[in-house]
């Protein structure tokens, strides 16, 4: 099974899906054909374009609420979704209504034929047109501004078309590095690939910033490194929240309801963002108001679950010295993850933070089986259980523990929210 969500969704999604057969394509042609095709939507409105391997959804969440705060109509798009499809493409609060994500695919669906025809090479894919449909929607809506996330890397993604008032690279890491290669140097430098001439490019980066200072240099950008610029204060994270002081242009007293120090950094990246932009004066309104769910969110209280899209070895490490900090350790863990993953370093960092594993899988091909995971799970923790069963796993991890963290990969933070957690306590 390509793709699996926990809410029946209408045939449109499903269609949309179909595509996922023709897997990824890292390359700008086909994207700028499909585009050119329907009139450039994307070159309606500005864009703050946003990647990193870690910390860009969060960010892009943060630039997003305080623009809107601003008062602009600004538009999000995100990938992948977390419970339902349509979350992927959001304006001014609300996710695209399913009537219209049918009529841009019908529009396009005549030039995804004719390039298919054209040769195996020119067929879109799923990303591809997905994205395609997001910038109709932003064009069609009139926004002023769009956050576009970056898919993968950023060099040759397929939202690398857009026309961007201010780039954003957050934190380097080696999330898929079988695609972007095998040292940080590289990936740092397939992120970079968004840079464009003269676009001023706001970094949170420490590893792999003399790739990204190389590429500004050479492209005439100006680059502000958000450690430079911000200093971070005070900072307390609770199960509430967030809070700090932030030194930057002015001081800003921030309560951000997302959990974690990480976030801290995320933050001051978009109040650079809003400095560069003039915006400064709806920073701290715009991030008390921002909404990102699954990242270390707290979905029910008795006993305590905690959902998280640490899908890494790197946010892995992040989501325990969150658990630390919010007195969260040892909890038990429901853990599910995707083979091309590390699956034995996020087991390893993790366990010392177990009083137990359950391993469990979505409904993904990709996705190691469950029994297949415990073995593994067994050479880093004593205590581990599979459970296929959604419903049976949080039953057993309950019995267990009065703290239990799902974590793994988004689509198993979609699967229990929609299914075993979809009543919140």
């Known amino acids: ?225 958000v450690g430079e610029r911000i200093r971070i204060l005070d900072l307390e994270t609770s199960l509430d929240g967030t809070r700090f002081t932030a030194r930057g242009r002015r001081e800003y007293r921030v309560r951000i309801p997302l959990i974690g120090r990480h976030q801290a950094l995320n933050a001051s990246i978009a109040i650079v963002v809003a400095e560069e932009m003039g915006l400064e004066e709806y920073a701290e309104r715009g991030l008390g108001e921002v909404w990102w769910p699954g990242r270390f969110e707290v979905v029910r209280k008795r006993p305590i679950v905690v959902v998280d899209a640490a899908h890494n070895t790197d946010s892995a490490i992040t989501l325990t010295r969150t658990m630390m900090d919010v007195g969260m350790s040892p909890a038990c863990f429901i853990f599910g993850i995707m083979r091309d993953k590390d699956v034995d370093g996020f087991l390893r960092t993790i366990s010392p933070h177990a009083r137990a594993i359950i391993a469990t899988a979505p409904h993904y091909k990709r996705a190691v089986p469950p029994d297949v995971l415990a073995q593994r799970a067994l050479r880093w923790c004593p205590w581990v259980l599979w459970e296929s069963d959604h419903w049976r796993a949080l039953e057993v991890a309950s019995s267990l523990c009065d703290r239990i963290v799902v974590t793994g990969s988004i689509y198993l933070l979609g699967e229990m929210l929609t299914g075993p957690l979809n009543i919140r306590n």
């Open 1 to 225: 099974m390509d793709h699996w969500s926990g809410v029946e969704e209408p045939p449109i999604v499903k269609e949309l899906y179909s595509y996922l057969r023709f897997g990824s394509k890292l390359n700008l042609e086909n994207i700028r054909e499909l585009l050119s095709r329907v009139g450039d939507p994307h070159l309606e409105f500005e864009a703050i374009h946003v990647t990193g391997t870690k910390g860009k959804g969060s960010t892009s969440a943060m630039i997003y609420s305080i623009l809107r705060r601003a008062g602009f109509r600004v538009g999000l798009y995100t990938s992948p979704h977390l419970r339902q499809f349509n979350e992927r493409i959001i304006v001014d609060g609300a996710g695209i209504p399913y009537s219209r994500l049918e009529k841009h695919y019908y529009e396009l669906l005549p030039h995804i034929r004719a390039m298919a025809a054209e040769s195996l090479s020119r067929q879109p894919t799923f990303f591809e047109i997905t994205t395609a449909i997001a910038f109709m929607e932003f064009a069609d809506r009139g926004v002023d501004y769009a956050v576009v996330e970056v898919g993968l890397g950023g060099r040759l993604d397929a939202t690398n078309v857009v026309r961007p008032t201010m780039t954003v690279i957050t934190m380097i890491g080696s999330d898929h590095a079988d695609r972007l290669g095998g040292t940080i140097e590289s990936i740092a430098w397939e992120k970079a690939g968004i840079v464009k001439p003269g676009i001023p490019v706001v970094t949170g980066a420490d590893r792999g910033l003399s790739i990204i200072e190389a590429v500004a240099r050479g492209r005439g950008s100006p680059l502000i490194k």
